[in-house]
């Protein structure tokens, strides 16, 4: 199939998952045209059936703010018919489901089918907002297709936006093949990781609250991987809570599957997550996620089994797990073979792509 994929090509786990999903269904043979504002991260350039359509945006005086929507939609319609699409898959609902309604319209000789997938944010913080409701609603709704990351997900969109189509559940993936288990990258200190955005959900602070508790019993490294607003007060605290020696941070990283190895535990203390896609890629690194109790993540972690999950903002009991897999080397070695095998055998790409393209299939036999 030829398929447009839109996303934030930036950092973020919708992209991320836009990204992997590109790069997999091009490995099975499919001509895939990402049409975005930026080359998505981990895209390499040159990938074999991979193109990269870039939207320009022009500014105007009379534009306090310029129309991202509207390019984007003009530029898909442009690519789908110059490389003659079978239809758009947008990630994020919004406003690129709105800019492949509108794509859609515009095609007038042949029908495009469009597939919305739904992430997190999208409907739980910005679709909630009171001036993007009325359109995210009214976009999800005109979708050809609609696919979202966790039951949790689709419990929420159906409750909070009345949708009455049918919403598909296509977990999050891993490639097992990329995130494998490197024991010999965890030599020296015991080592803690927190990837994210560092956006307030992640509550990024009470990783360091929590580190602090951890570092009274074990001689501990915490590597915090990302970046955004919450890193300078999380430097702040880990200074005033004096174990800035023992953290670092590292910024932006583009190839985490090298870095989570090393790591004995992942800790995402997060206010929500829709699935949580960093708790995967540890997961099929071997690394025993601890996360909050919240939203997706029971779709993902069995506590107690390949993973922890502890209340939201109970800093006390979130080290104390993150202590236990430190120091107790059996129960750490148990469970990570647990995580390995859960992301394996529930969430490897090789199991979930086909979902995608079986959806693909029904969207373009229903367009006719
Ligand atoms: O918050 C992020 O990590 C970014 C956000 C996004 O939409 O880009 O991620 C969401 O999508 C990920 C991939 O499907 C999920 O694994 C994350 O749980 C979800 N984030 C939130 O719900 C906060």
């Known amino acids: 199939m030829r398929i447009g994929i839109t996303c934030y090509p930036t950092y973020g786990g919708s992209g991320i998952v836009a990204t992997e999903l590109g790069l997999e269904l091009a490995n099975r043979g499919h001509e895939v045209h990402f ?121 929420r969109t159906v409750e909070f936006f009345g949708i009455q189509k049918q919403i598909h559940v296509i977990h999050n993936f891993v490639n097992c093949s990329l995130y494998r288990p490197q024991p010999e990258a965890q030599a020296g200190r015991r080592r803690i990781m927190h990837i994210s955005n560092f956006r307030p959900v992640k509550r990024v602070q009470d990783c360091i609250r ?66 949580g896609l960093a708790a995967l890629e540890a997961m099929a690194c071997g690394v025993v996620p601890v996360s909050t109790r919240t939203g997706g993540v029971p779709d993902l972690i069995t506590h107690g089994h390949d993973g922890f999950m502890e209340d939201v903002g109970d800093i006390e009991s979130q080290a104390r797990r993150l202590t236990e897999l430190l120091t107790d080397e059996r129960l750490r070695e148990r469970m990570a073979a647990a995580a390995r095998q859960t992301a394996v055998e529930r969430f490897a790409t090789e199991l979930l792509i086909p979902k995608y393209e079986a959806l693909y299939a029904q969207v373009c036999e229903e367009a006719g």
Do not use: W
């Not at 009379?62 to 898909?76: N, V």
């Not at 995210?136 to 005109?142: D, G, H, L, M, P």
């Not at 590597?223 to 941070?249: H, K, N, Q, S, T």
């Open 35 to 155: 049409i975005t504002y930026a080359n998505p991260i981990r895209l390499d350039p040159g990938t074999p059936r991979i193109h990269y359509h870039e939207v320009e945006v022009s500014n105007y005086p009379l534009f306090q703010y310029p129309p991202y929507c509207l390019a984007l939609a003009s530029r898909m319609a442009e690519v789908a018919e110059r490389q003659n699409l079978d239809l758009l898959h947008v990630h994020y609902a919004i406003p690129h489901s709105v800019s492949a309604f509108l794509a859609k319209q515009m095609i007038v000789n042949r029908r495009l089918p469009f597939i919305t997938t739904l992430h997190g944010t999208d409907i739980t913080l910005v679709g909630a907002d009171r001036s993007y409701f009325p359109i995210t609603r009214f976009s999800i709704e005109q979708s050809d297709g609609i696919t979202t990351i966790s039951d949790y997900m689709k419990q």
């Open 210 to 275: 929590a580190f602090a508790e951890v570092r009274r019993q074990v001689d501990a490294e915490l590597i915090m991987a990302g970046d955004g607003p919450e890193r300078g007060p999380a430097e702040a605290l880990a200074r005033e809570l004096g174990v800035e020696e023992a953290v670092v941070f590292l910024g932006k990283q583009d190839h985490v599957e090298r870095l989570i190895p090393k790591a004995h535990a992942l800790h995402l203390p997060s206010e929500l997550e829709a699935f």
